[in-house]
Nanobody, 115 residues
Framework: QAQLVESGGGLVQAGGSLRLSCAAS????????MGWYRQAPGKQRELVAV???????NYADSGKGRFTISRDNAKNTVYLQMNSLKPEDTAVYYC?????????WGQGTQVTVSS
């Protein structure tokens, strides 16, 4: 079992940066594939970035070159560094953990980018 709690969202001007954090409880974090998803009003939830237990990463085209996902297994935490933010990045950002068909979600953190 794992519980995920996001933090770090907020209001930022276009061009600014935010770092989201997702802290996991439980003792399986290090073997979870972790990801960040987002959902804007009226839109479907979409993948932003993913990092495997081995540290391999993958990004949606929307965040390539601007977003960086990382993890600290000692702290049971995954991060999303977001730079050069755009108004279209405005959404609720969710942390996700996957393992062998099981899936865990955080409650989400709001990111608002003003123009």
């Amino acid at each position: 079992q794992a519980q995920l709690v996001e933090s770090g969202g907020g209001l930022v001007q276009a061009g600014g940066s935010l770092r989201l954090s997702c802290a996991a409880s439980g003792n399986i974090f290090r073997i979870l594939t972790m990801g960040w998803y987002r959902q804007a009003p009226g839109k479907q939830r979409e993948l932003v970035a993913v990092i495997t237990s081995g540290g391999s990463t993958n990004y949606a085209d929307s965040g390539k070159g601007r977003f960086t996902i990382s993890r600290d297994n000692a702290k049971n935490t995954v991060y999303l560094q977001m730079n050069s933010l755009k108004p279209e990045d405005t959404a609720v950002y969710y942390c996700n953990g996957k393992l062998a068909g099981m899936e865990y979600w955080g409650q989400g953190t709001q990111v608002t980018v003003s123009s």
